[in-house]
């Protein structure tokens, strides 16, 4: 078990954990090589075109026009989105268009230089990176330069457009020119991104590139025209700057459309679906050496209650705080999305596994620290489970899967951070045998059930047969409960384990009288499981069994777990008929919050209250004032861990409503069930 990190309330910056360091320093390294080499590319190409233009003249320039497009340019450029510049394909700005123009008209010297102007005027404007300002500026001149190339090589001096019929090879020029402009800029930013996100090339070029790219094309492809019909007059200037204007606001949008596809809106953080196509990009990256990485699964502890108390709009604030505390805190090369509610997941490259088991306390320790949100200090913190990059899995799904399991044992376990991976810690290797004996327990039907009764205290009459589960395992004989279902609880397993109890259970009922009823234990996981309650009523049915005659039996802890999702699947089965208990009722966390804020049919309170409660005065004074206050809620009473008949007469005093315990019958087998209930009517009376 990891132990969080005793909360320091600094920012610590994860950025710069001794384990982090060489790697960050790498792609640190890389990144910086990339830009000065493209910088130095840019200014040596430029310094080229200035050559040729200087020696060869421009011609008899539109000096009117080449004013207008300039301030167009500025424009526009000052004036774009900049969140647009996040889409792996960049910018949509019209200045493309005027920058082509610019250079069509015989400028191409004075269209990069604009351009560039421009670029740096926004860029400061936007309190940019120093080094994002430089490769933006060096990527956008080094692709126009790059087009004025190809225009000086078709012997293109000057402007394009001469009047009179356009020759074809000028044609050819101005299509091959846009292409390379293109394509250059988009290389270039391409190899950047795959830089900053880790992955190859070719992938980023995959991923990303058509939607925005044809935008970029579309802005491109209109500066031919609005040459052509400009550079006599002006007056064509504003249907053009229409048609560019629709074209731009049709591009935004599109690239806006294709963000949302893959972002959540609330926090603009990746969604689920990006998430996962990300951490599957990760996971299949064709690299030569073993890769190694983690997968955090975050979720808030008292999110439920803050949006019940302050209301879903702060709620809200609370989600998008926590998600630029999490941005803020992780190491920029990490992946981070909003799967829903109020889940998070974190995919962090390159560590080995301490370094990510580092990451995720420091990381926890930083979200403890209270967030400021609408003038509240709001301490919501946060449960983390991690799983490692490649021993937990070599999927994206078994890799979530392994956080979300060990995320439910941080929630369970109150210990902020659990890796998957303790469940093999070395104190607990007998358990992982276990674990494997267990998988494989279902299909060799080494499990069966028993049932314990429960009377009603004031006739006697067995009212109800709780099902118990056993396991007999063929080395170690009859494995308890206890040993086995908390570790089903961490797989997969106690699903199926369930669905097991339930329709063997069911089928058993059939050799009980129709009032008798049925009660089952079902875990948190269950709860969890949108499918549960539909699956329940599903078998019931099939045993053509009334859903009045089944009792859930839940436990208060299970119920501290994404609150919301449990509450619907008991409402559901409520609403169907299907009762509902709070079993080992005082010993959770939050006892008195349940009743309030679930409706259940009944409790029963924990052995621990009733076993003793004949010679402990206290236990006795509690399980009275348990069962006055049951029901002034309306709700049943039932005590277990009954094994005297002087607690039993006490329970009768008090007015408790059924009774279970070893004093009235030991869990057995169903044939000796159904004899005593047929029989004997009444075991005490
Ligand atoms: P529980 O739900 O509290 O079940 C009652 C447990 O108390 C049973 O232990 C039962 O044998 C024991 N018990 C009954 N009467 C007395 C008594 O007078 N004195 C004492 N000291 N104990 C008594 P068991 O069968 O070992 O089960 C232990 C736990 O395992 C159960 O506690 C329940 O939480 C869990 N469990 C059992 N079957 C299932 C199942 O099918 N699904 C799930 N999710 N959990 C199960
Ligand atoms: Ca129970
Ligand atoms: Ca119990």
């Not at 394509?183 to 270039?188: A, L």
């Not at 990510?356 to 320790?365: E, G, N, Q």
């Not at 008949?645 to 070893?662: I, T, Y």
Request: charged content about 20%; proline content about 4%; aromatic content about 6%.
């Amino acid at each position: 078990i990891m132990h969080p990190t005793t909360t320091s309330h600094q920012m610590t910056d994860i950025d710069t954990t001794p384990n982090d360091h060489g790697a960050a320093h790498q792609a640190d390294r890389v990144m910086a090589w990339y830009i000065g080499t493209t910088a130095v590319l840019a200014v040596a190409l430029v310094a080229l075109v200035a050559r040729i233009e200087l020696a060869d003249g421009h011609g008899s320039v539109n000096w009117t026009l080449f004013g207008v497009l300039s301030v167009l340019l500025i424009v526009t450029e000052t004036q774009s989105q900049t969140w647009i510049r996040f889409g792996a394909g960049g910018v949509v700005t019209a200045s493309w268009t005027f920058a082509y123009s610019l250079m069509l008209i015989g400028e191409p010297l004075g269209a990069i230089v604009v351009m560039a102007v421009a670029t740096i005027a926004s860029e400061i404007a936007g309190k940019k990176p120093l080094r994002k300002t430089i490769f933006n500026t060096s990527q956008i001149s080094l692709s126009l330069a790059m087009g004025a190339m190809v225009l000086f090589a078709f012997d293109i001096h000057g402007p394009v457009f001469t009047g009179g019929d356009l020759p074809t090879s000028r044609g050819i020029a101005i299509i091959v020119s846009g292409a390379v402009v293109f394509g250059t800029n988009g290389i270039v930013l391409c190899k950047l991104l795959a830089i900053l996100e880790n992955t190859t090339f070719m992938s980023m070029m995959r991923d990303s590139f058509a939607l925005s790219m044809s935008a970029d094309a579309a802005m491109l492809a209109i500066a031919p025209i609005l040459v052509s019909t400009t550079q006599s007059t002006l007056l064509m200037l504003p249907l053009i700057g229409v048609a560019t204007f629709f074209v731009y606001q049709t591009a935004r949008h599109a690239i806006q459309q294709s963000h949302e596809a893959d972002h959540d809106p609330l926090t603009q953080l990746l969604n689920r679906r990006a998430f996962s196509n990300r951490l599957d990009s990760f996971v299949n990256a064709e690299t030569t050496v073993q890769r190694t990485g983690g997968v955090f699964v975050l979720d808030l502890d008292r999110f439920k209650e803050v949006n019940d108390r302050l209301g879903h709009r702060t709620g809200d604030h609370v989600l998008q705080a926590f998600a630029q505390r999490l941005l803020g805190t992780l190491p920029d090369s990490t992946t981070v999305a909003r799967l829903g509610g109020d889940e998070f997941a974190v995919l962090v490259e390159g560590p080995d596994a301490d370094a990510v088991d580092a990451i995720a306390r420091r990381l926890h320790a930083e979200l403890d620290v209270p967030l400021h949100v609408d003038g509240f200090p709001i301490s919501a913190g946060s449960s983390i489970g991690v799983s490692h990059y490649p021993t937990h899995g070599h999927s994206p799904s078994e890799l979530l899967h392994a956080a979300d399991v060990a995320m439910y044992r941080a929630k369970r376990f109150r210990s902020g951070v659990e890796c998957y991976e303790t469940l093999g810690a070395s104190q607990q290797k007998g358990r992982v045998a276990l674990l494997g004996d267990l998988t494989s327990a279902l299909d060799r039907n080494e499990f069966h059930l028993h049932y314990q009764p429960q009377i009603d205290v004031a006739s006697g009459d067995i009212t109800c047969v709780e099902a118990l589960l056993r396991w007999d395992h063929p080395q170690h004989g009859a494995v308890p409960p206890g040993e086995f279902i908390a570790l089903a609880e961490q797989t997969d397993l106690i699903g199926p384990l369930t669905d097991f109890v339930l329709a063997q259970a069911l089928q058993d009922l059939h050799l009980l009288p129709d009032r008798v009823r049925l009660a089952v234990n079902v875990s948190a996981r269950n709860l969890q499981d949108r499918h549960f309650a539909g699956s329940v009523l599903d078998l019931l049915a099939r045993h053509r069994v009334a859903p009045t005659r089944l009792e859930l039996e839940i436990t208060e802890s299970s119920l501290a777990l994404d609150p919301e999702r449990t509450a619907g699947t008991i409402d559901h089965l409520r609403g169907s008929g299907v009762r509902i208990a709070i079993d080992d009722f005082g010993t959770g966390y939050s006892s008195f919050a349940t009743l309030r804020e679930l409706t259940v049919d009944c409790i029963k309170i924990d052995r621990s209250f009733i076993t003793h409660a004949a010679q402990q005065r206290r236990d006795a004074r509690i399980v009275t004032s348990l069962v006055e206050l049951a029901h002034r809620l309306g709700l049943d009473v039932v005590a277990e861990g009954v094994e005297s008949a002087e607690v039993l007469e006490l329970l009768r005093n008090v007015g408790c409503d059924v009774a279970q315990g070893f004093f009235i019958a030991r869990p057995s087998s169903i044939d000796k069930i159904a004899g005593t209930v047929t029989s004997v009517q009444r075991i005490t009376a």
